[in-house]
């Protein structure tokens, strides 16, 4: 079945620090990948997505890029900031006939400390 | 933009008691998806509806039941309530579509259940 897979947290950085999540998946077609996030207390907010293979998404300096091959779209930021404490969802929709389908992975717990 | 409407965003009930939560989407989207998150944990799927027909089934607990209507909104009723059903419930609106550029879900900011 379709699944996904990211790196377990919680990730405790610095701020100014670089932030790597792995995200892999497995598909039965060609999913859309996403990055959501989720800040304390709050819903699930898309982060950023890429619909085929090679696109990069990228928003608030957060990137990532889908890799058919190695079948992944790890989310990178170069510099984190506080504000960046999160949890960040690794997603994948496919197109089914009855209704798209939407499969999360587990959730990456991140703590940036000034 | 209008977005995922979710009602009540607060609610507190006592054991054995029942709930209603809603969840409106987005115009026009027809597919919608019920998420349990409870305290630190990471969202549970617990059932999925498209055009009015339930199309996914997670781990809704047999005292939990849910439909979406004619004007897509979804309601979930939650029977018998546990001490363990506190939590954020959340649902997510799509559109079913054959475009890639499409198949983005968007959330509602949820129902917190506390159950004393």
């Known amino acids: 079945g379709d699944s996904v897979t990211q790196m377990e947290g919680p990730v405790t950085l610095s701020e100014e620090a670089f932030l790597t999540i792995n995200c892999t998946y497995t598909?039965?077609?060609?999913?859309?990948l996403f990055w959501y996030v989720q800040y304390p207390g709050e819903g699930l907010q898309l982060l950023l997505k890429?619909?085929?293979?090679?696109d990069k998404g990228s928003n608030k300096g957060f990137e990532a890029t889908y890799r058919k091959e190695t079948t992944s779209f790890h989310l990178e930021k170069g510099s984190v900031q506080v504000s960046d404490s999160a949890v960040y969802f690794c997603a994948l929709s496919l197109i089914k006939a009855a209704g798209n389908k939407l499969t999360f992975g587990g959730g990456t717990r991140v703590l940036v400390k000034p | 933009a209008a977005g995922v409407i979710q009602s009540p965003r607060h609610l507190i009930k006592e054991k054995r008691e029942t709930a209603t939560l809603k969840c409106y989407p987005i115009p026009r989207h027809d597919t919608v998806y019920w998420y349990q998150q409870g305290p630190g944990q990471d969202p549970q799927f617990l059932i999925s509806?498209?055009?009015?027909?339930?199309?996914d089934k997670g781990s809704i607990p047999d005292r939990f039941s849910a439909q979406q209507f004619s004007d897509y909104h979804s309601e979930l009723n939650m029977s018998s309530l546990e001490l363990g059903d506190s939590a954020l419930y959340f649902c997510?609106?799509?559109?079913?579509?054959?475009?890639?550029?499409?198949?983005?879900?968007?959330f509602g900011q949820g129902t917190r259940l506390t159950v004393v």
């Open positions: 598909a039965t077609g060609y999913p859309s």
């Open positions: 997510a609106s799509f559109r079913h579509s054959s475009r890639l550029s499409d198949t983005e879900a968007f």
């Open positions: 509806f498209y055009e009015k027909m339930q199309s």
């Open positions: 890429a619909t085929k293979a090679d």
